[in-house]
Each structure stands twice: as C-alpha cells, then as structure tokens.
C-alpha cells in the first residue's frame, strides 16, 4: 500500500506563486509515475503534470507549461509543483497521485488540497 499526502495549498493573488509537496510512504519502491492533478468547481479533474519516478522525465498540460514545474526527490520519496503566475483559473483541489509499475492507472491518491487564485 501506498499513502500520499499533499500540503502547501492556499490563498494567493493572482501573479503569485505557490509550491505545493507530495509526501509519500509505503509500498513507493514500485512506482512508475506521480502525477499532479486539479478539480475547479463544477469541472472534471484534469491531469496538471506527471513526472517518471525513475529518470525523471516531465510532462505538462499545455496550459501550464510556462508556468509550473514538476520536480521530484527520491531520496525523500516526495514530488513538487512549483506553480508561478498563478490565475484564477488554476484554482481548484490538486491531488497528486502514483502510478505503479506494470500498470496504465493512477492506482494511489492524496486527499488534496485546496489551492485559491483570487483576481
């Protein structure tokens, strides 16, 4: 089993930025990927960002790109979002969450958090 658990959310104008931590425990030595995902009100949750475990190999939505970066650190079995220029828009609960090896889903989630760009 795996535990995942997400801090560093909050309130921030927009311009501002945010880094929000993914701290994970348990079974971590299987993982293929962590992802960051975000739910806005009224929205389906949407894939933010995705970093592998090993080789650390990035991906980002386009509409975050030039704004966010994903990072990891192994040895403290713990994943990143630095989030710059934050708009309305980003507002939302972002989760992150593990894919395991050997597997095509994200099986283990956080419980989120909550992250507010006021305009």
């Known amino acids: 089993q795996v535990q995942l658990v997400e801090s560093g959310g909050g309130l921030v104008q927009a311009g501002g930025s945010l880094t929000l931590s993914c701290a994970a425990s348990g079974q971590t030595f299987s993982t293929y990927a962590m992802g960051w995902f975000r739910q806005a009100p009224g929205k389906e949750r949407e894939l933010v960002g995705r970093i592998r475990w090993y080789g650390g190999i990035t991906g980002l939505t386009d509409s975050v790109k030039d704004r966010f970066t994903i990072s990891k650190d192994n040895a403290k079995n713990a994943v990143y979002l630095q989030m710059n220029s934050l708009q309305p828009e980003d507002t939302g609960v972002y989760y992150c969450?593990?894919?395991?090896?050997?597997?095509?889903?994200?099986?283990?989630w956080g419980q989120g958090t909550q992250v507010t760009v006021s305009s």
């Open positions: 969450a593990l894919q395991p090896i050997g597997r095509a889903t994200y099986d283990y």
